[in-house]
């Protein structure tokens, strides 16, 4: 019996949960922010702000830690798409 693939909102659900939990938790200890959006297919959508939104390494966390984390942990297939919000203190 071949295993079963989850449906897209189990999946949706179980990305939001370790986005916005575990992964939520690590970012906002340095400073920065991320909280889920959508998943699109299998991309997911997270918005990034605080210090993220001007740190040099923030693109190489996203790819490195959050979607290894998501692909580790809910589907080998994700990939994350991340946007940048800088907080109204910082638009200049």
Known sequence: MAAQQPKP???A?????LVDG?????IREDGGD???????GHTVHVRMGGVCC????APRTVKLFVE???RDDVSPDLVVEA???????MMR
């Open 13 to 17: 659900a179980r990305a939001r949960a």
């Open 34 to 40: 991320i909280v889920f959006e959508r998943l699109d």
């Open 83 to 89: 946007h940048f919000v800088k907080p109204y203190y």
């Open 68 to 70: 290894r984390r998501l």
């Open 54 to 57: 001007v740190c040099p390494s």
């Open 22 to 26: 575990e992964i939520q938790h690590a």
């Open 9 to 11: 909102n189990g999946l």
